[in-house]
């Protein structure tokens, strides 16, 4: 197998639209047939495409929604979830959990990352439909970082869509900073792709209570989901407008009802011979 090939598959993988990696896995297969392995050699490229894209997972026997992230993940493909006190084991290929385990966290602000995460179930039930998020220790216990993550899947409709936020809070400095990612993929008729993001950074009081970060939180996605709409608008309005006439050649707009004494009409239902 050319490494060629293996780094033009993990492409496909990496950049698999939200909620279609089952779908790129599949036409990979299909492409593929004289190289039934290909899939398990690739590997890493899931890990990457899972840890970066804040896939989510149902633990065996719960409805709880868990992240994997480089930011909770353990030794042999184990990750952690602080909300459950739990360890799993995490196929990358399948997406499936297995190997539940008990996990206690440790951490000197254990009281503060239930505080966040607390603060953040709010935050997520009044802002989005469907999303999942969690507070993990990192930097040896001297950051929180805070992970959320909202899908929103149409496949009926030929759109999924993704969201992404990332938070560094660091309780000595009183300082938060993050990105926000958003992921967008239409392909009815076509295939339009929007993906963007957006940084964060700000300071908070030396208090830095877990309420005072997630309002700092909702204002920063609050401000950037403006700034989208404003941008969609333009887009409407200005570049896509251009794209297309505005009226036909004739300079008058299609009166559909007669569309039968239009040249095109009768060429279309047979009404006329050249």
């Given at each position: 197998m050319s490494s060629n090939n293996i780094a033009a598959v993990s492409a496909f993988i990496e950049g698999a639209p939200p909620g279609e990696l089952s779908n790129v896995i599949a036409d990979i297969k299909a492409l593929t047939v004289d190289?039934?392995?290909?899939?398990?050699?690739?590997?890493?490229?899931?890990?990457?495409?899972?840890?970066?894209q804040l896939a989510t997972v149902k633990l065996p026997e719960s409805s709880h929604n868990v992240i994997i992230s480089s930011y909770n993940s353990l030794e042999g493909e184990r990750y952690f979830d602080v909300e459950s006190q739990s360890s799993f084991v995490f196929d990358h290929t399948t997406q499936k959990a297995s190997g539940v385990q008990s996990y206690s966290l440790?951490?000197?602000?254990?009281?503060?990352?239930?505080?966040?995460?607390?603060?953040?179930?709010?935050?997520?039930?009044?802002h989005y439909t469907s999303s999942s998020y969690t507070v993990i220790p990192t930097s040896s216990d001297s950051v929180l970082t805070i992970l959320l993550v909202a899908n929103k899947y149409s496949p009926s409709n030929f759109w999924n869509g993704r969201w992404r936020s990332i938070y560094h809070y660091n309780p000595s400095h009183a300082s938060l900073d993050g990105t926000i990612k958003v992921d967008v993929h239409y392909y009815e008729d076509g295939n339009v792709r929007l993906t963007t993001q957006k940084s964060i950074s700000t300071s908070l009081s030396s208090s830095g209570s877990a309420s005072e970060v997630v309002r700092q939180v909702a204002v920063g996605e609050k401000k950037y989901q403006e700034e989208l709409n404003r941008g969609f608008s333009a887009l409407s309005e200005g570049a896509?407008?251009?794209?297309?006439?505005?009226?036909?050649?004739?300079?008058?707009k299609v009166e559909w009802e007669k569309i039968s004494s239009y040249r095109i009409g009768q060429d279309l239902g047979g009404g006329r011979t050249r």
């Open positions: 190289e039934p392995k290909i899939i398990q050699s690739v590997e890493p490229a899931f890990q990457k495409y899972n840890e970066e440790e951490s000197q602000h254990t009281d503060l990352v239930k505080s966040l995460i607390q603060a953040l179930s709010t935050h997520a039930r009044e896509f407008k251009s794209l297309r006439r505005q009226l036909p050649v004739t300079r008058q």
